[in-house]
């Protein structure tokens, strides 16, 4: 079992900065490969970014691409998302999940393919 616990979230004016943390216990953390993932009102929770389990790749949807920047530290069991230049579009809860590792992160992950989650952050861009 892991247990991953997302924070960070808050409302912001579009242009500006958040930083979400998910820290993350139970089984080793360096054992899963990570992703954020969000869900807006009435769609589909979405991937938004991934990272290997040694940090060495990661991979971004197109529309967060240049905004956000996902890391790790594996020592302290978190993973982070710096994201910046925010527009209302990015309102939504942002998901903290991990997989056990296998294959690449490259192209994204799925919803389906994740084996824990965070319970979620609410993240608002006003206009």
């Known amino acids: 079992q892991v247990q991953l616990v997302e924070s960070g979230g808050g409302l912001v004016q579009a242009g500006g900065s958040l930083r979400l943390s998910c820290a993350a216990s139970?089984?080793?953390?360096?054992?899963?490969?990570m992703g954020w993932f969000r869900q807006a009102p009435g769609k589909e929770r979405e991937f938004v970014a991934a990272?290997?389990?040694?940090?060495?790749?990661?991979y971004y949807a197109g529309s967060v691409k240049g905004r956000f920047t996902i890391s790790r530290d594996n020592a302290e069991s978190t993973v982070n998302l710096q994201m910046n230049s925010l527009k209302p579009e990015d309102t939504a809860v942002y998901y903290c999940?991990?997989?056990?590792?296998?294959?690449?992160?490259?192209?994204?992950?799925?919803?389906?393919?994740?084996?824990?989650w965070g319970e979620g952050t609410l993240v608002t861009v006003s206009s």
């Open positions: 990272i290997k389990w040694n940090g060495g790749t990661t």
């Open positions: 999940a991990a997989r056990a590792t296998r294959g690449t992160v490259r192209g994204g992950m799925a919803v389906r393919d994740m084996d824990y």
């Open positions: 139970g089984r080793t953390f360096s054992t899963y490969d």
